[in-house]
Protein backbone atom coordinates (compact mmCIF):
# COMPACT_ATOMS: atom_id res chain seq x y z
CA UNK A 1 0.00 0.00 0.00
CA UNK A 2 1.07 3.64 -1.17
CA UNK A 3 3.30 4.93 2.21
CA UNK A 4 1.45 8.35 4.31
CA UNK A 5 3.82 11.50 3.84
CA UNK A 6 6.21 11.58 6.65
CA UNK A 7 4.66 14.60 8.72
CA UNK A 8 1.70 12.09 8.54
CA UNK A 9 3.58 9.67 9.75
CA UNK A 10 5.31 11.67 12.55
CA UNK A 11 1.52 12.30 13.59
CA UNK A 12 0.27 8.54 12.99
CA UNK A 13 3.41 7.34 15.20
CA UNK A 14 2.76 9.82 18.16
CA UNK A 15 -0.26 9.86 20.59
CA UNK A 16 -2.94 13.02 20.24
CA UNK A 17 -1.33 16.08 21.95
CA UNK A 18 -4.76 16.97 22.47
CA UNK A 19 -6.96 17.08 25.61
CA UNK A 20 -8.46 13.13 25.87
CA UNK A 21 -12.07 12.93 24.97
CA UNK A 22 -15.14 10.59 25.65
CA UNK A 23 -14.56 7.31 23.66
CA UNK A 24 -18.40 7.35 23.25
CA UNK A 25 -18.48 10.16 21.28
CA UNK A 26 -16.48 8.99 18.89
CA UNK A 27 -18.37 5.32 18.19
CA UNK A 28 -19.69 5.76 14.66
CA UNK A 29 -16.43 7.61 14.03
CA UNK A 30 -14.36 4.22 15.42
CA UNK A 31 -16.66 2.24 13.44
CA UNK A 32 -15.94 4.12 10.11
CA UNK A 33 -12.16 3.63 10.61
CA UNK A 34 -12.58 0.08 11.81
CA UNK A 35 -14.59 -0.70 8.54
CA UNK A 36 -11.79 1.16 6.77
CA UNK A 37 -9.37 -1.01 8.53
CA UNK A 38 -10.75 -4.19 7.36
CA UNK A 39 -10.50 -3.34 3.63
CA UNK A 40 -7.30 -1.86 3.94
CA UNK A 41 -6.26 -5.16 5.97
CA UNK A 42 -7.36 -7.42 2.95
CA UNK A 43 -4.18 -6.30 0.28
CA UNK A 44 -2.43 -8.03 3.10
CA UNK A 45 -1.77 -11.40 3.62
CA UNK A 46 -3.82 -12.43 6.41
CA UNK A 47 -1.35 -15.73 7.15
CA UNK A 48 2.34 -12.79 7.68
CA UNK A 49 1.20 -13.30 11.15
CA UNK A 50 1.30 -17.10 11.43
CA UNK A 51 4.04 -17.59 9.34
CA UNK A 52 6.07 -14.66 11.61
CA UNK A 53 4.66 -17.00 14.51
CA UNK A 54 5.77 -20.33 13.40
CA UNK A 55 9.04 -19.52 12.32
CA UNK A 56 9.85 -17.69 15.84
CA UNK A 57 8.26 -20.57 18.03
CA UNK A 58 4.99 -21.04 19.46
CA UNK A 59 1.92 -18.48 20.36
CA UNK A 60 3.08 -16.30 23.17
CA UNK A 61 1.13 -16.51 26.86
CA UNK A 62 -1.42 -14.33 27.61
CA UNK A 63 0.62 -12.88 30.79
CA UNK A 64 3.48 -12.11 27.99
CA UNK A 65 0.73 -10.21 25.96
CA UNK A 66 -0.43 -8.58 29.35
CA UNK A 67 2.83 -7.64 30.28
CA UNK A 68 3.24 -5.63 26.91
CA UNK A 69 -0.16 -4.11 26.92
CA UNK A 70 0.84 -2.30 30.46
CA UNK A 71 3.82 -1.62 29.29
CA UNK A 72 2.84 0.04 26.27
CA UNK A 73 0.02 2.30 28.02
CA UNK A 74 2.39 3.71 30.40
CA UNK A 75 4.79 4.79 27.46
CA UNK A 76 1.50 6.36 25.28
CA UNK A 77 0.90 8.03 28.54
CA UNK A 78 4.16 9.28 28.64
CA UNK A 79 3.94 10.91 25.06
CA UNK A 80 6.36 8.34 23.61
CA UNK A 81 5.50 8.08 20.02
CA UNK A 82 4.10 4.81 19.63
CA UNK A 83 7.09 3.59 17.19
CA UNK A 84 9.18 4.08 19.83
CA UNK A 85 7.40 2.56 22.05
CA UNK A 86 6.48 -0.48 20.41
CA UNK A 87 10.19 -0.73 19.95
CA UNK A 88 11.28 -0.26 23.16
CA UNK A 89 8.17 -3.30 24.19
CA UNK A 90 9.92 -5.20 21.62
CA UNK A 91 13.41 -5.47 23.87
CA UNK A 92 11.69 -5.81 26.80
CA UNK A 93 9.46 -9.22 25.86
CA UNK A 94 11.26 -12.55 26.62
CA UNK A 95 9.05 -14.02 23.93
CA UNK A 96 10.63 -14.82 20.80
CA UNK A 97 7.35 -14.85 18.80
CA UNK A 98 5.86 -11.62 20.28
CA UNK A 99 8.90 -10.00 19.95
CA UNK A 100 8.89 -10.82 15.83
CA UNK A 101 5.35 -9.78 15.92
CA UNK A 102 6.05 -6.76 17.67
CA UNK A 103 8.73 -5.37 15.42
CA UNK A 104 6.65 -6.28 12.36
CA UNK A 105 4.15 -4.22 13.84
CA UNK A 106 6.36 -1.13 14.57
CA UNK A 107 7.73 -1.47 11.01
CA UNK A 108 3.78 -0.86 9.63
CA UNK A 109 2.99 1.75 11.84
CA UNK A 110 6.04 3.87 10.92
CA UNK A 111 4.98 2.86 7.44
CA UNK A 112 2.06 5.16 7.72
CA UNK A 113 -0.19 2.59 9.13
CA UNK A 114 -2.24 3.14 12.43
CA UNK A 115 -1.96 0.61 15.45
CA UNK A 116 -5.01 -0.91 15.15
CA UNK A 117 -4.53 -2.00 11.53
CA UNK A 118 -0.60 -3.42 12.12
CA UNK A 119 -2.43 -5.45 15.71
CA UNK A 120 -4.98 -6.71 12.87
CA UNK A 121 -2.29 -8.32 10.97
CA UNK A 122 -1.68 -10.96 13.93
CA UNK A 123 -5.12 -12.37 14.70
CA UNK A 124 -3.12 -15.51 16.65
CA UNK A 125 -2.28 -13.28 18.82
CA UNK A 126 -4.57 -10.00 19.23
CA UNK A 127 -7.92 -10.88 19.12
CA UNK A 128 -10.49 -9.08 17.52
CA UNK A 129 -11.64 -7.60 21.12
CA UNK A 130 -8.01 -5.86 21.47
CA UNK A 131 -8.03 -4.62 17.77
CA UNK A 132 -10.89 -2.84 18.44
CA UNK A 133 -10.58 -1.64 21.86
CA UNK A 134 -7.21 0.15 20.34
CA UNK A 135 -9.06 1.41 17.18
CA UNK A 136 -11.68 3.16 19.67
CA UNK A 137 -8.93 4.43 22.39
CA UNK A 138 -6.98 5.63 18.88
CA UNK A 139 -10.12 7.54 17.53
CA UNK A 140 -10.94 9.09 20.64
CA UNK A 141 -7.55 10.00 21.93
CA UNK A 142 -7.66 7.41 25.01
CA UNK A 143 -5.18 4.93 23.40
CA UNK A 144 -3.33 4.39 27.44
CA UNK A 145 -6.38 4.35 29.24
CA UNK A 146 -7.91 1.55 26.31
CA UNK A 147 -4.17 -0.34 26.71
CA UNK A 148 -4.63 -0.50 30.55
CA UNK A 149 -8.47 -1.38 30.59
CA UNK A 150 -7.31 -4.29 27.84
CA UNK A 151 -4.52 -5.82 30.31
CA UNK A 152 -7.10 -5.71 33.11
CA UNK A 153 -9.57 -7.58 31.34
CA UNK A 154 -7.16 -10.10 29.75
CA UNK A 155 -5.77 -10.97 33.35
CA UNK A 156 -9.86 -11.20 34.54
CA UNK A 157 -9.81 -14.17 31.75
CA UNK A 158 -6.57 -15.46 32.19
CA UNK A 159 -7.55 -16.19 35.97
CA UNK A 160 -11.10 -17.48 35.06
CA UNK A 161 -9.28 -19.88 32.31
CA UNK A 162 -6.68 -21.04 35.59
CA UNK A 163 -9.79 -21.36 37.68
CA UNK A 164 -11.26 -23.98 35.43
CA UNK A 165 -8.92 -26.35 34.20
CA UNK A 166 -7.92 -26.50 37.96
CA UNK A 167 -11.38 -27.84 38.34
CA UNK A 168 -10.95 -30.08 35.67
CA UNK A 169 -7.31 -30.91 36.15
CA UNK A 170 -7.29 -32.41 39.56
CA UNK A 171 -9.66 -35.39 39.19
CA UNK A 172 -8.26 -35.58 35.40
CA UNK A 173 -4.39 -36.27 37.41
CA UNK A 174 -6.54 -38.51 40.33
CA UNK A 175 -8.08 -40.86 37.28
CA UNK A 176 -5.23 -40.98 35.18
CA UNK A 177 -3.10 -41.89 38.13
CA UNK A 178 -5.37 -44.61 39.16
CA UNK A 179 -5.89 -46.20 35.37
CA UNK A 180 -2.36 -46.29 35.72
CA UNK A 181 -1.55 -48.20 38.93
CA UNK A 182 -4.48 -50.48 37.85
CA UNK A 183 -3.08 -51.35 34.65
CA UNK A 184 0.28 -51.77 36.06
CA UNK A 185 -0.78 -53.92 38.88
CA UNK A 186 -2.95 -55.97 35.69
CA UNK A 187 0.09 -56.49 33.14
CA UNK A 188 2.95 -56.34 35.78
CA UNK A 189 2.00 -57.70 39.19
CA UNK A 190 -0.89 -60.08 38.26
CA UNK A 191 0.85 -62.83 36.23
CA UNK A 192 3.82 -63.33 38.24
CA UNK A 193 1.00 -64.47 41.46
CA UNK A 194 -1.21 -66.40 38.27
CA UNK A 195 2.11 -68.02 37.59
CA UNK A 196 2.28 -69.26 41.90
CA UNK A 197 -1.17 -70.27 41.83
CA UNK A 198 -0.95 -72.36 39.06
CA UNK A 199 1.74 -74.24 40.16
CA UNK A 200 0.40 -74.84 43.76
CA UNK A 201 -2.61 -76.16 41.69
CA UNK A 202 -5.34 -74.56 44.39
CA UNK A 203 -9.01 -73.62 43.77
CA UNK A 204 -9.36 -69.87 43.63
CA UNK A 205 -12.49 -67.80 44.59
CA UNK A 206 -14.12 -66.11 41.64
CA UNK A 207 -12.43 -62.32 42.59
CA UNK A 208 -9.40 -63.80 41.96
CA UNK A 209 -10.19 -65.43 38.87
CA UNK A 210 -11.33 -62.09 37.68
CA UNK A 211 -8.60 -60.49 38.12
CA UNK A 212 -6.72 -63.09 36.68
CA UNK A 213 -8.78 -62.76 33.49
CA UNK A 214 -8.46 -58.86 33.69
CA UNK A 215 -4.78 -59.48 33.57
CA UNK A 216 -5.00 -62.31 30.46
CA UNK A 217 -7.07 -59.98 28.22
CA UNK A 218 -5.05 -56.94 28.79
CA UNK A 219 -1.59 -58.53 28.13
CA UNK A 220 -3.22 -60.12 25.02
CA UNK A 221 -5.27 -57.27 23.55
CA UNK A 222 -2.82 -54.53 24.93
CA UNK A 223 -1.94 -53.15 21.40
CA UNK A 224 -5.31 -53.72 19.82
CA UNK A 225 -6.35 -51.78 22.91
CA UNK A 226 -3.87 -48.69 22.40
CA UNK A 227 -4.76 -48.50 18.65
CA UNK A 228 -8.47 -48.36 19.63
CA UNK A 229 -7.69 -45.62 21.93
CA UNK A 230 -5.81 -43.60 19.09
CA UNK A 231 -8.50 -44.17 16.65
CA UNK A 232 -11.23 -43.14 19.05
CA UNK A 233 -9.55 -39.84 19.26
CA UNK A 234 -9.17 -39.19 16.08
CA UNK A 235 -12.45 -39.95 15.28
CA UNK A 236 -13.57 -37.67 18.56
CA UNK A 237 -11.51 -34.81 17.15
CA UNK A 238 -12.67 -34.77 13.51
CA UNK A 239 -16.45 -34.89 14.95
CA UNK A 240 -15.48 -32.08 17.09
CA UNK A 241 -14.06 -30.38 14.37
CA UNK A 242 -17.65 -30.03 12.26
CA UNK A 243 -19.75 -27.15 13.32
CA UNK A 244 -22.66 -30.07 14.57
CA UNK A 245 -20.21 -31.81 16.46
CA UNK A 246 -18.77 -28.25 18.00
CA UNK A 247 -22.30 -27.46 18.55
CA UNK A 248 -23.41 -30.70 20.68
CA UNK A 249 -20.24 -30.71 22.66
CA UNK A 250 -20.81 -27.20 23.65
CA UNK A 251 -24.54 -27.99 24.50
CA UNK A 252 -23.27 -30.90 26.61
CA UNK A 253 -21.07 -28.90 28.60
CA UNK A 254 -23.57 -26.52 29.43
CA UNK A 255 -26.15 -29.41 31.01
CA UNK A 256 -23.55 -31.78 32.12
CA UNK A 257 -24.18 -31.92 36.18
CA UNK A 258 -22.14 -30.13 38.50
CA UNK A 259 -18.96 -28.84 35.78
CA UNK A 260 -22.01 -27.50 33.61
CA UNK A 261 -22.97 -25.48 36.25
CA UNK A 262 -19.64 -23.80 37.02
CA UNK A 263 -18.93 -23.94 33.35
CA UNK A 264 -22.31 -21.55 32.73
CA UNK A 265 -21.41 -19.17 35.29
CA UNK A 266 -18.26 -18.99 33.77
CA UNK A 267 -19.45 -18.55 30.59
CA UNK A 268 -21.80 -15.90 31.79
CA UNK A 269 -18.46 -13.69 33.37
CA UNK A 270 -16.86 -13.57 30.66
CA UNK A 271 -20.04 -12.38 28.60
CA UNK A 272 -20.65 -9.90 30.59
CA UNK A 273 -16.78 -8.91 31.25
CA UNK A 274 -16.34 -8.61 27.43
CA UNK A 275 -19.93 -6.57 26.89
CA UNK A 276 -19.17 -4.68 29.56
CA UNK A 277 -15.33 -3.84 28.48
CA UNK A 278 -16.56 -2.32 25.08
CA UNK A 279 -19.60 -0.82 25.74
CA UNK A 280 -17.77 1.16 28.17
CA UNK A 281 -15.11 1.89 26.03
CA UNK A 282 -17.83 3.88 23.65
CA UNK A 283 -18.31 0.52 21.16
CA UNK A 284 -22.01 0.70 19.90
CA UNK A 285 -23.95 -1.76 21.29
CA UNK A 286 -24.84 -4.30 18.18
CA UNK A 287 -20.56 -3.90 17.24
CA UNK A 288 -20.03 -5.01 20.70
CA UNK A 289 -22.73 -7.96 20.59
CA UNK A 290 -20.97 -8.71 17.31
CA UNK A 291 -17.70 -8.91 19.29
CA UNK A 292 -18.86 -10.20 22.45
CA UNK A 293 -20.28 -13.60 20.40
CA UNK A 294 -16.91 -14.24 18.88
CA UNK A 295 -15.08 -13.85 22.29
CA UNK A 296 -17.41 -16.30 24.45
CA UNK A 297 -15.92 -19.34 22.93
CA UNK A 298 -19.06 -21.09 22.87
CA UNK A 299 -21.64 -22.23 20.25
CA UNK A 300 -24.43 -22.17 21.89
CA UNK A 301 -23.96 -18.54 23.37
CA UNK A 302 -22.49 -17.31 20.42
CA UNK A 303 -25.67 -18.14 18.27
CA UNK A 304 -27.56 -16.60 20.97
CA UNK A 305 -25.60 -13.36 20.94
CA UNK A 306 -26.11 -12.84 17.08
CA UNK A 307 -29.76 -13.25 17.64
CA UNK A 308 -29.34 -10.82 20.41
CA UNK A 309 -27.77 -8.43 17.70
CA UNK A 310 -30.11 -8.88 15.49
CA UNK A 311 -33.42 -7.99 17.21
CA UNK A 312 -30.96 -4.74 18.84
CA UNK A 313 -30.40 -3.98 15.27
CA UNK A 314 -34.54 -3.65 14.80
CA UNK A 315 -35.13 -1.85 18.01
CA UNK A 316 -35.20 -4.36 20.70
CA UNK A 317 -33.90 -3.73 24.35
CA UNK A 318 -30.74 -6.16 25.52
CA UNK A 319 -32.89 -6.85 28.18
CA UNK A 320 -35.04 -8.87 26.14
CA UNK A 321 -33.46 -10.87 23.82
CA UNK A 322 -31.07 -12.15 27.10
CA UNK A 323 -35.01 -13.17 28.93
CA UNK A 324 -35.84 -15.26 25.93
CA UNK A 325 -33.08 -16.72 25.36
CA UNK A 326 -32.84 -18.53 28.76
CA UNK A 327 -29.27 -19.41 28.74
CA UNK A 328 -27.60 -16.43 31.13
CA UNK A 329 -28.90 -15.95 34.78
CA UNK A 330 -32.41 -14.28 35.85
CA UNK A 331 -29.70 -11.73 37.53
CA UNK A 332 -28.23 -10.97 34.28
CA UNK A 333 -31.25 -10.04 32.70
CA UNK A 334 -32.15 -7.91 36.34
CA UNK A 335 -29.25 -5.76 36.14
CA UNK A 336 -29.12 -5.58 32.27
CA UNK A 337 -32.78 -4.30 32.29
CA UNK A 338 -31.46 -1.78 34.91
CA UNK A 339 -28.32 -0.39 33.26
CA UNK A 340 -30.38 0.28 30.08
CA UNK A 341 -32.74 2.23 32.28
CA UNK A 342 -30.12 4.26 34.32
CA UNK A 343 -27.54 4.30 30.95
CA UNK A 344 -24.90 2.60 32.92
CA UNK A 345 -25.63 -0.64 31.22
CA UNK A 346 -20.95 -1.28 31.10
CA UNK A 347 -21.40 -0.45 34.91
CA UNK A 348 -23.69 -3.02 35.53
CA UNK A 349 -22.25 -5.47 33.65
CA UNK A 350 -19.00 -5.13 35.27
CA UNK A 351 -20.94 -5.89 38.50
CA UNK A 352 -22.26 -9.02 37.33
CA UNK A 353 -19.23 -10.27 35.70
CA UNK A 354 -17.32 -9.67 39.38
CA UNK A 355 -20.43 -11.45 40.93
CA UNK A 356 -19.97 -14.56 39.03
CA UNK A 357 -16.20 -14.47 38.89
CA UNK A 358 -16.55 -14.75 42.87
CA UNK A 359 -19.03 -17.34 42.42
CA UNK A 360 -16.87 -19.30 40.26
CA UNK A 361 -14.00 -19.06 42.38
CA UNK A 362 -16.04 -20.17 45.48
CA UNK A 363 -17.44 -23.08 43.08
CA UNK A 364 -14.03 -24.38 42.42
CA UNK A 365 -13.12 -24.24 45.98
CA UNK A 366 -16.18 -26.43 46.84
CA UNK A 367 -15.85 -28.57 43.98
CA UNK A 368 -11.73 -29.63 44.51
CA UNK A 369 -12.80 -29.74 48.19
CA UNK A 370 -15.93 -32.56 47.92
CA UNK A 371 -13.59 -34.19 44.36
CA UNK A 372 -10.23 -34.28 46.21
CA UNK A 373 -11.74 -36.90 48.84
CA UNK A 374 -14.21 -38.95 46.64
CA UNK A 375 -11.10 -39.61 44.21
CA UNK A 376 -8.80 -40.59 46.80
CA UNK A 377 -11.86 -43.11 48.20
CA UNK A 378 -12.21 -44.19 44.58
CA UNK A 379 -8.24 -45.20 44.30
CA UNK A 380 -8.13 -46.90 47.47
CA UNK A 381 -11.55 -48.81 46.28
CA UNK A 382 -9.97 -49.73 42.69
CA UNK A 383 -6.47 -50.68 44.24
CA UNK A 384 -7.75 -52.22 47.83
CA UNK A 385 -9.85 -54.67 45.78
CA UNK A 386 -7.12 -56.29 43.33
CA UNK A 387 -4.69 -56.65 45.88
CA UNK A 388 -7.03 -58.31 48.50
CA UNK A 389 -8.32 -60.68 45.41
CA UNK A 390 -4.36 -61.37 45.12
CA UNK A 391 -4.18 -62.31 49.07
CA UNK A 392 -7.25 -64.72 49.13
CA UNK A 393 -6.02 -67.41 47.71
CA UNK A 394 -2.72 -67.27 50.11
CA UNK A 395 -5.03 -67.21 53.08
CA UNK A 396 -6.64 -70.12 52.06
CA UNK A 397 -3.41 -71.78 51.46
CA UNK A 398 -2.13 -70.93 54.49
CA UNK A 399 -5.32 -72.57 55.98
CA UNK A 400 -4.80 -75.44 53.89
CA UNK A 401 -1.31 -76.08 54.95
CA UNK A 402 -2.50 -75.64 58.85
Known amino acids: ????????????????????????????????????????????????????TLRAGRKPPVRAVVEFTRSLAVMVSARIPVVEALETAARQVEHTALQTTLAGVAERVRSGDSLSLALAQHPEIFSVLYVHLVRVGEVAGLLDQMLLRLA??????????RRLRLAIAYPAVVLAVTVGA????????????????????????????????????????????ALFGIVLVFLVRRVLATDKGAVRWDQFKLRVPV??????????????????????????LTEALDVTAGAVNNRVVERVV???????????????????????????????????????????????????????????????????????????????????????PMFDLTTAIQ
Do not use: W
Open 1 to 52: MPKLPRAVQERAGRTSSRAPRKAGSYAALALQRSQQGERASQAVPETTGVLE
Open 152 to 161: AYLENEQVLR
Open 306 to 392: REMKRRVTRGSSLAGPLETASVFPPMVVQMVAVGEETARLGEMLAHVAGHFETEVDTAVDALTSVIEPVMIVLLGIVLGAILISIYL
Open 259 to 284: IGTLYRKALTARFCSTLGTLVSSGVP
Open 182 to 225: TAFLLAVIIPTFAEMFADFGAELPAPTLAVIAASDFLRRYALVL
